[in-house]
């Protein structure tokens, strides 16, 4: 069974920057599609960003498409989610997740089924 665990969470003014990462161990992470996901207060948990396992195709919500960028290291078993310009709506509990079946295409269709605890984003006026 695959570890995931995220960092890179905290405090950051509107239109900041923040890089999140997930660190996978303990099971298989390079032929399986990655993702992050998000939760806010009072809110479902939303997709935000996926990658294949070969990294080449990634797909995004339209809420921050030109804003976040997901990537990536199959050598080191990472994954991160670069987030730029950021927004007061960006507040949420950001979790790394894993697809469930190995080449899936890792977008808001897919199936995850391997969460990390998640790391708190704050983004303030």
């Known amino acids: 069974q695959v570890q995931l665990v995220e960092s890179g969470g905290g405090l950051v003014q509107a239109g900041g920057s923040l890089r999140l990462s997930c660190a996978a161990s303990g099971g298989a992470f390079s032929r399986y599609a990655m993702a992050w996901f998000r939760r806010a207060p009072g809110k479902e948990r939303e997709f935000v960003a996926g990658?294949?396992?070969?990294?080449?195709?990634?797909s995004y919500r339209d809420s921050v498409k030109g804003r976040f960028t997901i990537s990536r290291d199959n050598a080191k078993n990472t994954v991160s989610l670069q987030m730029d310009k950021l927004r007061p709506e960006d507040t949420a509990v950001y979790y790394c997740?894993?697809?469930?079946?190995?080449?899936?295409?890792?977008?808001?269709?897919?199936?995850?089924?391997?969460w990390g605890q998640g790391t708190q984003v704050t983004v303030s006026l």
């Open positions: 997740a894993r697809d469930v079946i190995q080449n899936g295409l890792g977008n808001p269709g897919s199936r995850f089924g391997s």
């Open positions: 990658i294949m396992w070969r990294g080449g195709r990634t």
